[in-house]
């Protein structure tokens, strides 16, 4: 005899029900602080999310649902079972003009500086007083990309959780630990401990780029212990200043150089993402087996 198959939950249809408010509240950073946790929308960062421990609930449409089954199997192994939405709803829930249909929410990814340096990290990126979150999700998913082994916001930073820098980070937050909320001066004291040289990015310093990344290469080919001159062979950080106005003074003074990424062309400068690519990239092209 024929068995019809069970129908599913009916997909939550208010949007002004308790719980489409609660995620929606997840925008502001007060209610994601209070709460533990962050909203996060669309398919590419909520594939990253779902495929680690931080997720506790999963939204999706049912359009949503016939082209993503991939993430939705993912998150029922995670023991999430997806929760249908109407489009209405999901509208409601989300912080973009046109939701794509999935939004996760997560617990808070940051992770203690101290769990950073004990693994011995070999690259960190240092955003100080990046207050543009689509900046710092740019940096955060360079990072990733170059394979640095965590990423440092500032107290002074934009908060990593903001649905715009999650965005921008295009999953790669749930790819490297994240430190948030630790002063500079604090950031910098540990990662020196750890053996990390500390490089300040900024156009007006006195260390160029190309430089040092010859002199790594030569030290590294010469089997010598690399210097401040020559550092980007060895544990390196680099602190990544204010889109606008770069790093002041002080905080230049915590590096143990300050070093300008050369403009070879006419361009007056380059954006704070670029700049942070370039940086990363040249220390991981140092650090590469001869």
């Known amino acids: 005899m024929h068995v019809p198959e069970r129908p599913g939950p009916a997909p939550l249809a208010n949007p002004r029900s308790d719980r489409v408010k609660a995620v929606r509240r997840l925008s502001g950073r007060s209610a994601r602080v209070r709460e533990g946790r962050f909203a996060v929308e669309g398919p590419q960062a909520v594939r990253e999310a779902v495929a680690g421990p931080g997720v506790i609930a999963l939204y999706v449409t049912d359009d949503a649902a016939d082209r993503h089954a991939a993430i939705l199997d993912a998150a029922r192994a995670r ?154 062979a060895g544990p390196v950080a680099w602190v990544f200043g204010n889109e606008a106005w770069g790093l002041p003074e002080a905080d230049r003074a915590l590096a143990d150089g300050v070093v300008r990424v050369p403009v070879h062309g006419q361009a007056e400068s380059l954006n704070l993402g670029t700049a942070a690519t370039v940086c990363l990239y040249a220390a991981a092209r140092a650090h590469r087996p001869l």
Do not use: W
């Open 79 to 232: 023991g999430v079972d997806p929760v249908p939405v109407t489009d209405e709803v999901m509208a409601a829930m989300t912080d973009t003009v046109t939701p794509q249909g999935l939004l996760a929410v997560c617990r808070l990814v940051d992770v203690p500086l101290a769990d950073v340096v004990a693994r011995r990290p070999r690259l960190v990126a240092v955003l100080a007083h990046v207050r543009d979150p689509g900046n710092a999700g740019t940096v955060i998913r360079a990072a990733d990309a170059a394979g640095a082994d965590a990423v440092v916001l500032t107290d002074a930073s934009v908060d990593v959780h903001n649905p715009k820098c999650v965005r921008s980070t295009a999953g790669s937050l749930f790819h490297l630990p994240v430190v948030t909320g630790v002063p500079l001066a604090d950031a910098v004291a540990a990662l020196r401990t750890a053996g990390l040289t500390v490089y300040a990015a900024d156009g007006a310093g006195d260390l160029d780029l190309d430089v040092l990344l010859d002199a790594a290469e030569d030290s590294r080919r010469a089997g010598t212990a690399p210097d401040v001159s020559g550092g980007l």
